[in-house]
């Protein structure tokens, strides 16, 4: 039995380092499950974190107890105070107003 396995993987071997096309395309066949098998964490990866990001745009924290809700619900899970929508057509204040100057200034010490 361990004869004809052996015969097996040597005929495998052949295959592959023969210049034929039968050889080219295991070579083709092994490097695409390659790619796929390295590039398949990436992409799973790329897409949780797109789902995460999209699941955080969609939270609004609690004004009474600051627990985090999805923005679709009219309550709190938790508290149960109403939650307010902000509506950003009212926060007109300049973004200049808002910014903070700094100054330097030399210490002796």
Request: aromatic share 2%; proline share 6%; glycine share 10%.
């Amino acid at each position: 039995m361990p004869r004809s396995s052996s015969l097996l993987w040597i005929g495998l071997l052949l295959l592959i380092l023969l210049p034929t096309a039968a050889g080219r395309v295991l070579l083709d066949v092994a490097g695409g499950l390659l790619l796929v098998l390295l590039a398949l964490p990436l992409i799973l990866g790329g897409a949780g974190w797109l789902g995460w990001r999209l699941l955080q745009s969609r939270m609004q924290a609690c004004p009474a107890c600051g627990a985090m809700n999805l923005s679709s619900g009219e309550s709190c899970s938790v508290c149960g105070s109403p939650l307010t929508v902000a509506d950003p057509s009212t926060d007109s204040a300049p973004a200049s107003a808002m910014t903070i100057d700094v100054q330097a200034q030399d210490v002796d010490s």
